[in-house]
């Protein structure tokens, strides 16, 4: 399985962007998806994921900015991360799951003036 991310990029503080993540390959099951993220000198840390049944779990600090969703087709294992109000301290690299343990290259975002 691999996964293909895009949609980072730079942004002002208070602006948006939409990630999107996609598996591939010899992908034989629906699994759980989700986001991760990892700055500079930090921890990776839990942005958001998502079950098969649309039940999803957010990070305290992005919890009513970012909302993670996932394509109608679960068949496509296609996850998205639309991020609102976005904050210098949001800055890093975003990385994609498709759970258990395979992961995407990630995408940097940097939000900055």
């Known amino acids: 399985v691999q996964l293909q991310a895009s949609g980072g990029g730079l942004v002002q503080p208070g602006g948006s962007l939409r990630l999107s993540c996609v598996a591939s390959?010899?992908?034989?099951?629906?699994?759980?998806m989700g986001w991760y993220r990892q700055a500079p000198g930090k921890k990776r840390e839990l942005v958001a994921d998502?079950?098969?049944?649309?039940?999803?779990?957010?990070g305290d600090y992005v919890k009513g900015r970012f909302t993670i969703s996932r394509d109608r087709d679960n068949a496509k294992n296609t996850v998205y991360l639309q991020m609102t109000d976005l904050r210098p301290e949001d800055t890093a690299v975003y990385y994609c799951?498709?759970?258990?343990?395979?992961w995407g290259q990630g995408t940097l975002v940097t939000v900055s003036s």
């Open positions: 799951i498709f759970y258990p343990n395979v």
């Open positions: 390959g010899n992908v034989f099951s629906i699994n759980a």
């Open positions: 998502i079950t098969t049944g649309g039940n999803t779990n957010y």
